[in-house]
């Protein structure tokens, strides 16, 4: 798809054939770097990941194995653990998205839709996080999870631990907000003299009506946790409940090279996977993200 | 273009009418303004309505967010081990981590890692979003080869990078040793471990910042390059005098992004190095997590935190400063 946009290399200078050899050039030379940069170091992961470990040491320049052997990756998904990890992470990201999205999709209504009195304070309190990221609130945070406050229970070692905390994403709010904000008013009033509740208008009108920001939102908060080591490696200490990060850490100072790589390659396929696959949209709903922010 | 839900309510408009039977007021003193109370009736219900649907994240933000931040400043002037009740200690904690040697080290490898991810770091993505937005056929492959390094996590990003970077039979110095250089001790010299973790960091942090510039120069309107090369400018010039002027506000943001991002660098000493060699790498972060998890001292971990916060608040008022004096200038 060609696109007639004028960029700081016009028309006019792309019919000179010096600039024209110069701009194909650079982009060539460009396109060879993001491919050595971008698909390299995934497509050596798998190399190294069916490669017997004679090899790796003495040939570590070989583009292929001589005899590509498979079984690493058997290895790695049971003796290593690696299915129960891939499986903890997914409830790990499944109920931080969850959290993520009702805590922003209700914030957003409640503030952009009902505006409260007061609703504005909130509004800055919670943009004002942002400014304060929880990583360096760990060691607070940590003692707070532990302990509740006012309900006193021990959320440590539990999934409830990240997903509960997740859900504290400014930023998600704020995009939640701001979209909910366009939408036209005289809808809700309509909604309202045809009878919805306040419920209803969430769940009928608001949210129908803004799947992109929703969608953004998911992506968002699916990339942020299934990425999150720090704090996953604080609040879950129990080996059996860890993430894949956090046991991958773990598995480097054990495990042998081969095994080690192969279960890196089994942990970086489903993200890879889903961005091979939804790539238009996560470009595109980062462009999104980009324009607002 | 949004499209509005197909389907209407098709419920009768029965809500119309007030919930409270205005029957019942018909005996005893005539209400003074009934529709005022009414009015009044009604939206307290609305506020009440409004602030249960603010319930999921005033929980959440009070206990995750709000709360710890109070805490983590409790917290710095008492001391605790999680069973007894906290002492208030005063500013011991304070003292004790100023006595910590390892604190200047701390911050000065930290200042250190964020000084080259801006060398490194900052330019890199710029340049390479100019070069892509000149792209007119096959963007899209551009877009994805850029982004791919930043959806793999960052533990295995890392990991794989510690075994480019193995002196052995790593993938880095074999190369290097094909055309005569090296052996170079990447991560086990104290003196070149630093600049290995920040190569990694930029390389798997630098696809965000490039779409975000790519989507603002797509968008600086194209009548202003036409206009500078009717004014006989020359490429240069119109990168120099038109496309990076417009782009001040994002660079600054991003710029912004980068500092807070990289102040809290932790996952990558942590699992390149631990710290090491040396302590050459070991930044605030790491070592606010080994004074509370490692040595049990929450008070002090506590106590670097709440400074760290200042100074993030610090870096974010100077910027907010800053760009209200560019919307003025």
Redo the contacts between chains.
């Keep these: 798809m060609t696109t007639a946009l004028t960029t700081f290399v016009s028309t006019n200078d792309r019919q000179r054939p010096g600039v024209r050899a110069a701009v194909r050039s650079i982009q060539g030379f460009t396109l060879i770097l993001l491919l050595l940069i971008g698909i390299g170091p995934l497509y050596w992961m798998l190399k190294g990941a069916v490669s017997p470990p004679t090899e790796l040491t003495t040939q570590p320049l070989a583009l292929w194995p001589d005899r590509a052997a498979l079984g690493n990756f058997a290895t790695a998904y049971t003796d290593l653990s690696v299915g129960r990890y891939l499986m903890n992470t997914f409830l790990v990201v499944g109920g931080s998205w969850f959290v993520q999205l009702f805590v922003s999709a209700t914030a957003g209504f409640a503030l952009s839709v009902l505006r409260p009195k007061f609703g504005k304070v909130v509004y800055g309190a919670i943009l004002a996080t942002m400014f304060v990221p929880y990583t360096v609130n760990m060691v607070s945070l940590f003692m707070t999870v532990i302990d509740v406050p006012f309900l006193h229970v021990n959320l440590g070692d539990t999934y409830w631990a990240i997903w509960l905390p997740a859900g504290t994403n400014a930023f998600t709010v704020l995009l939640a907000k701001q979209f909910f904000d366009a939408l036209p008013s005289e809808l809700f009033d309509a909604a309202r003299v045809d009878g919805a509740s306040t419920r209803q208008l969430l769940t009928k009108i608001v949210l129908p009506m803004s799947k992109p920001v929703l969608a953004v939102i998911s992506l968002l908060a699916v990339m942020h946790s299934w990425k999150d080591f720090i704090w996953p490696l604080i609040a879950i200490t129990d080996p059996e409940k860890q993430p894949i990060s956090v046991a991958l850490a773990q598995l480097a100072t054990q495990a042998p090279q081969d095994q080690l790589i192969a279960a890196m390659v089994l942990a970086v396929a489903p993200p890879v996977l889903v961005f091979v696959v939804c790539q238009k949209y996560i470009v595109a709903g980062l462009g999104f993200t980009g324009v607002k922010g | 273009m949004?499209s509005?839900?197909r389907t209407?309510?098709s419920?009768?408009?029965?809500?119309?009418t007030p919930s409270r039977s205005p029957a019942a007021v018909s005996k005893g003193p005539v209400p003074k303004s009934p529709p005022m109370r009414r009015r009044r009736g009604t939206g307290a219900r609305?506020?009440l309505?409004?602030?249960l649907?603010?319930?999921?994240?005033?929980l959440?933000?009070g206990?995750?967010?709000?709360?710890?931040?109070v805490?983590?400043l409790l917290?710095s002037f008492q001391r605790?081990n999680?069973v007894e009740p906290a002492v208030w200690v005063g500013l011991e904690n304070f003292r004790t981590l100023f006595d910590d040697p390892l604190l200047a080290t701390a911050v000065g490898n930290t200042l250190f890692f964020v000084a080259l991810g801006l060398l490194i770091g900052f330019p890199a993505p710029l340049i390479?979003a100019?070069?892509?937005?000149?792209?007119?056929?096959g963007a899209?492959?551009?877009?994805?080869?850029?982004?791919?390094?930043v959806?793999?996590?960052?533990?295995?990003?890392i990991?794989?990078?510690?075994?480019?970077y193995d002196p052995?039979?790593?993938?880095f110095n074999?190369?290097l040793g094909?055309i005569g250089l090296g052996p170079y001790p990447w991560l086990e010299s104290s003196d070149s471990a630093m600049l290995s973790l920040v190569l990694e960091a930029t390389?798997a942090g630098m696809g965000?910042a490039v779409?975000?510039y790519?989507?603002?120069?797509?968008?600086i309107p194209?009548?202003l390059?036409?206009a500078a090369?009717v004014d006989g400018a020359g490429?240069r010039r119109?990168?120099w005098h038109?496309?990076l002027p417009q782009l001040r506000s994002?660079i600054g943001?991003l710029l912004l992004v980068q500092l807070?991002g990289t102040v809290?660098v932790?996952?990558e000493p942590?699992?390149f190095t631990g710290g090491g060699p040396d302590n050459a790498t070991l930044t605030i972060?790491l070592l606010?997590?080994r004074y509370?998890?490692q040595d049990g001292e929450?008070g002090q971990?506590?106590a670097l935190?709440f400074l760290?916060?200042l100074a993030?608040?610090l870096l974010?008022a100077v910027y907010l400063r800053a760009t209200r004096s560019w919307s003025t200038s």
Aim: proline residues 6%.
């Design positions: 949004r509005l839900p209407r309510s419920r009768p408009m029965t809500l119309l609305k506020q309505t409004a602030w649907f603010l319930v999921p994240a005033l959440v933000f206990l995750f967010a709000w709360w710890p931040i805490r983590s917290l605790t999680l390479l100019a070069v892509m937005s000149t792209v007119r056929r899209g492959v551009y877009r994805f080869l850029v982004y791919l390094p959806v793999i996590p960052p533990v295995v990003a990991l794989l990078w510690k075994w480019f052995g039979s790593g993938l074999s190369i094909r390389w965000g779409l975000i790519l989507a603002a120069m797509v968008s194209g009548e390059y036409e090369e490429i119109r990168v038109v496309m994002v943001l807070i809290q932790f996952t942590y699992v972060l606010i997590f509370a998890f929450y971990a506590a935190s760290m916060v993030l608040a974010s």
